[in-house]
């Protein structure tokens, strides 16, 4: 494995021959690169070698073997490739359909729950003929994973960390409770910036996004982007509603009181 993980989601151990340990309690993404798309989702506890970092970003490594017969040829003209931008206003792509029966991929025969593990809580119960992808199988039992759409409304992030609900007067008000913390926020995006001398929270030449909100309200927010984050949202258009993780920087700048966040993740909500 070759890839990128979020900072504060490792913590040192060398003790075992490794750099890093995978520290969120959920796991965390192994991106491509910083954002970028993901590649793995890495347990709580996973080890791995460090290699460099960037912007609260660590780039990281990890040997080790797989069964073979999980695997297939994929050639480098054919292999598809992976984009580090994603809409929500537009379905992803279907995966191809087999060439025939495969073990790896099944359809309930009848109504089943899902559950988090042979012995835990029931996550969902299927439908028949509802469709799922088969991870790893042990005994009696199957590993599957699922995919389908639910309303955006009634997802909230995988990381617990992350707050909702917080308006941008409650950070202005109250900016040392909210430092260091995780928001959601959806906001407008205007336009794409440049730190400069007069806004003296922001680095002089770190792109940053000026949106409005967090909506409905009417105020100011600064978004501060690494080189990834900057390409993909220079190809927003103006007035597009865009919902985003961020880390508070500041709760309110020095002189016209936004607060500054370093972005996490972006998707559009609305172009």
């Known amino acids: 494995l070759d890839g990128w993980i979020w900072a504060r989601s490792v913590h040192a151990d060398r003790g075992r021959g490794f750099d890093l340990a995978v520290s969120a309690p959920n796991g965390e993404n192994l991106r491509a690169a910083p954002n970028g798309a993901i590649e793995a ?18 780039h990281v490594q990890r040997s080790g073997w797989i069964w073979g017969q999980s ?19 537009a379905p992803a792509p279907a995966a191809p359909s087999p060439t025939g029966p495969s073990l790896d991929r099944a359809v309930v025969g009848r109504r089943a729950a899902v559950l988090v593990t042979p012995t835990g809580d029931t996550l969902a119960v299927l439908g028949q003929d509802a ?3 088969v991870l790893a199988r042990t005994g009696d039992w199957a590993r599957v994973r699922l995919e389908g759409w639910v309303r955006t409304s009634d997802l909230s ?14 950070v202005r008000a109250r900016p040392n409770d909210y430092t260091g913390r995780l928001l959601q926020w959806d906001l407008q995006y205007i336009s794409l910036q440049n730190g400069d001398d007069i806004r003296r929270d922001i680095p002089a ?37 865009v919902t985003i993780i961020g880390r508070v920087r500041t709760g309110r700048s ?3 009181g936004n607060p500054v966040l370093d972005l996490v993740d972006l998707s559009v909500a609305k172009p």
């Open 41 to 58: 989702r890495l347990l709580s506890g996973f080890l791995l070698n460090e290699v460099e970092r960037d912007s609260g970003w660590v």
């Open 71 to 89: 695997l297939a040829q994929v050639n480098d003209d054919s292999a598809p490739t992976a984009s580090t931008s994603t809409s929500a206003s």
């Open 131 to 133: 469709s799922a992808t």
């Open 157 to 170: 992030p995988a990381n617990d960390g992350v707050l909702r609900g917080v308006s941008g007067a409650e």
């Open 205 to 241: 030449g770190q792109p940053y996004m000026l949106a409005r909100g967090p909506l409905p309200e009417v105020g100011f927010v600064y978004v501060l982007l690494n080189a990834q984050q900057r390409a993909r949202v220079a190809g927003l258009k103006p007035l597009t509603t």
């Open 254 to 256: 020095q002189y016209l």
